[in-house]
């Protein structure tokens, strides 16, 4: 790989970094709430607020304008375009499978409340996940199915866990 692509997608993944870094301080502060709101409190939720307009919804906008254009034809050719979607699902299975080690803790008789909270929390991950994964399922998959799959195609595409026995 050339130096001036490598150097770009070091200074991506670094950007990539600096979000996570303000999204971390944001979940630290919200942890914050269960002891109660002060003018500290306040202030760092402000902060958040600042970090999220002003740096998380630019790179969204920018990531929209600029690199996935230019990611498109790239990813048609060359990659699998539901790489996304499957991403999501490995995402979603993972915390899932961090809710029920904690579940398992919780049933073992553990009441650390600091467990409790991380379940809640893991809880509302896994629905955020899916709910998005859902909402990307809908608009983009079934309205393609919908358009440009025979009626003899969907009932394979559409047999909603059928190869897999569930119910």
Known sequence: MSTIKSD??????A?????????TRLTETLDRLARGVDSALLRALADSDRFLQRVLVPHAEWEELTFYPAVRDVLRTHGDVNAAMLIDHREIVARIQTFAALVRRLEAGER??????RARILGYQIRALVEVHYRKEEEIYCDLIR???SDREAPSALAVGDQLGHD
Do not use: S, V
């Open 15 to 23: 950007e990539h970094e600096q979000l996570d870094a303000g999204i």
């Open 147 to 149: 358009r440009y799959l």
């Open 112 to 117: 650390d409340p600091e467990l409790l909270d």
């Open 8 to 13: 770009l997608l070091e200074g991506f993944k």
